[in-house]
């Protein structure tokens, strides 16, 4: 299914001086020089369960691009006794929406297995973001980088285990022949890294991107990122997910070639880009062009070293794996008691779903035998993206009376 645009909501809030001014400390519990949490990559997201102040656990996505811990529900500051130290305004990235919020200081954020924050965290007011919605799952919140200020991270997105390292512990085996090694640039806690793209001319066109485990999407690029970087020849007008201020559009299409370095590259890769209004304050975006997430970084044993700015990559299992892309053209939110009510936000240009004549707002009762009941986020996808040709039966509810819809899968992206 096509992966909601997360990142580029929560690493594009704008936040005062005043909200910067953040207390973290992070401990080993014990003498270990490095402890390994589980977590589950779900949807394109690495969820982990956190304890809060030693009440119940949160499920937080691990977000590199992010710098700062923050919860999205504001019933959590009852629920886990936080203390409000001050209100903020956040402003989107169009710097038109504000969010309220507030900044709860010192508080104990604790993994399993022995690791524990000394945390400030920042919680929105209203839930302008409705991660559960985008991505079938119940998530309360993201773990930003500035939580690991001064260690090392490594995801193995295969065990799905992350292990942290104390500082003067950082893995030696990084340096090993397998790993490819890259200078990081931190800003705000935030790690990038270069990139190299080549057009259907061949043109190499070299990109800031940051490197963001917050997001779902492989490869999101900014609309005005360099004059000479065109759009693909078959791109489609497309809601790439929600922001502040309703849908975040911009384009889908298909790149060919993606390099990160002589060794590592992709072709025929897909990849986002939004749309960045001209007039906006570029301070906001400095001179990063764009993001990779979660679908290109699972396809590595990813090490971040925070104190030297290094990172290091060694491909896995996935390397060589499809791009995954839905062959229907629905984008569709979770809703409803156990967000088991699949509603169509978005209708793709080109795509089966479009011919069919499916509408936003849809309420997606069946898909082939299986009733909503019966399916999730994740089923959801795999059906709408099995294979080119096969034929799905769909029933939906519109204005009250059920529609029955055939489509056949395709990929919509091809010229």
Same mark, same amino acid.
């Given at each position: 299914?096509?992966?909601?645009?997360?990142?580029?909501?929560?690493?594009?809030?704008?936040?005062?001086?005043?909200?910067?001014?953040?207390?973290?400390?992070?401990?080993?519990?014990?003498?270990?020089?490095?402890?390994?949490?589980?977590?589950?990559?779900?949807?394109?997201?690495?969820?982990?369960?956190?304890?809060?102040?030693?009440?119940?656990?949160?499920?937080?996505?691990?977000?590199?691009?992010?710098?700062?811990?923050?919860?999205?529900?504001?019933?959590?500051?009852?629920?886990?006794?936080?203390?409000?130290?001050?209100?903020?305004?956040?402003?989107?990235?169009?710097?038109?929406?504000?969010?309220?919020?507030?900044?709860?200081?010192?508080?104990?954020?604790?993994?399993?297995?022995?690791?524990?924050?000394?945390?400030?965290?920042?919680?929105?007011?209203?839930?302008?973001?409705?991660?559960?919605?985008?991505?079938?799952?119940?998530?309360?919140?993201?773990?930003?980088?500035?939580?690991?200020?001064?260690?090392?991270?490594?995801?193995?997105?295969?065990?799905?285990?992350?292990?942290?390292?104390?500082?003067?512990?950082?893995?030696?085996?990084?340096?090993?022949?397998?790993?490819?090694?890259?200078?990081?640039?931190?800003?705000?806690?935030?790690?990038?890294?270069?990139?190299?793209?080549?057009?259907?001319?061949?043109?190499?066109?070299?990109?800031?991107?940051?490197?963001?485990?917050?997001?779902?999407?492989?490869?999101?690029?900014?609309?005005?990122?360099?004059?000479?970087?065109?759009?693909?020849?078959?791109?489609?007008? $497309?809601?790439?997910?929600?922001?502040?201020? @309703? !849908? /975040?559009?911009?384009? &889908? #299409?298909?790149?060919?070639?993606?390099? %990160? *370095?002589?060794?590592?590259?992709?072709?025929?890769?897909?990849?986002?880009?939004?749309?960045?209004?001209?007039?906006?304050?570029?301070?906001?975006?400095?001179?990063?062009?764009?993001?990779?997430?979660?679908?290109?970084?699972?396809?590595?044993?990813?090490?971040?070293?925070?104190?030297?700015?290094?990172?290091?990559?060694?491909?896995?299992?996935?390397?060589?794996?499809?791009?995954?892309?839905?062959?229907?053209?629905?984008?569709?939110?979770?809703?409803?008691?156990?967000?088991?009510?699949?509603?169509?936000?978005?209708?793709?240009?080109?795509?089966? $779903?479009?011919?069919?004549?499916?509408?936003? @707002? !849809? /309420?997606?009762?069946? &898909? #082939?035998?299986?009733?909503?009941?019966? %399916? *999730?986020?994740?089923?959801?996808?795999?059906?709408?993206?099995?294979?080119?040709?096969?034929?799905?039966?769909?029933?939906?509810?519109?204005?009250?009376?059920?529609?029955?819809?055939?489509?056949?899968?395709?990929?919509?992206?091809?010229?």
């Amino acid at each position: 299914m096509m992966r909601p645009l997360i990142i580029a909501i929560l690493s594009l809030f704008y936040f005062s001086a005043t909200a910067q001014e953040s207390n973290y400390q992070f401990n080993f519990i014990g003498k270990e020089d490095q402890i390994t949490v589980p977590f589950e990559y779900k949807q394109g997201f690495i969820i982990l369960e956190v304890t809060l102040n030693g009440k119940d656990q949160l499920n937080l996505i691990l977000d590199t691009g992010a710098e700062n811990i923050i919860l999205f529900k504001y019933s959590a500051i009852d629920k886990y006794d936080l203390t409000v130290s001050k209100d903020i305004k956040l402003v989107g990235s169009d710097l038109e929406q504000v969010v309220e919020a507030s900044i709860c200081r010192s508080n104990k954020v604790k993994l399993e297995k022995g690791v524990a924050f000394s945390n400030d965290l920042i919680v929105l007011k209203e839930d302008i973001l409705a991660l559960d919605q985008l991505t079938g799952l119940p998530i309360d919140g993201i773990l930003g980088g500035r939580a690991f200020w001064g260690q090392t991270i490594e995801i193995d997105y295969i065990k799905e285990e992350l292990t942290i390292y104390k500082s003067k512990s950082a893995p030696q085996f990084a340096h090993d022949l397998n790993y490819q090694s890259y200078p990081v640039t931190l800003e705000n806690h935030k790690p990038y890294i270069y990139l190299t793209y080549r057009d259907h001319n061949e043109k190499a066109i070299d990109l800031k991107v940051l490197m963001d485990t917050g997001s779902a999407l492989g490869l999101l690029l900014f609309s005005h990122a360099d004059s000479t970087l065109n759009l693909p020849p078959a791109h489609i007008r $497309a809601a790439l997910g929600k922001g502040i201020g @309703g !849908d /975040i559009m911009g384009y &889908i #299409g298909r790149l060919p070639k993606v390099e %990160l *370095s002589e060794v590592f590259f992709f072709n025929n890769m897909v990849a986002y880009f939004q749309d960045i209004e001209e007039d906006l304050d570029p301070d906001i975006y400095a001179e990063r062009l764009g993001l990779i997430g979660n679908p290109l970084l699972s396809r590595f044993d990813v090490i971040i070293d925070y104190l030297n700015c290094v990172a290091y990559l060694k491909t896995n299992e996935r390397f060589d794996d499809d791009w995954p892309h839905d062959l229907s053209g629905l984008q569709i939110f979770a809703s409803g008691r156990n967000l088991r009510e699949f509603v169509v936000n978005a209708v793709f240009e080109r795509s089966p $779903a479009k011919e069919a004549g499916f509408q936003k @707002g !849809d /309420i997606i009762e069946r &898909i #082939g035998i299986w009733g909503a009941n019966q %399916l *999730s986020m994740s089923s959801l996808g795999d059906k709408l993206s099995k294979r080119v040709g096969k034929k799905v039966r769909i029933v939906v509810t519109r204005d009250g009376k059920k529609l029955v819809k055939k489509i056949k899968l395709k990929d919509y992206l091809s010229p």
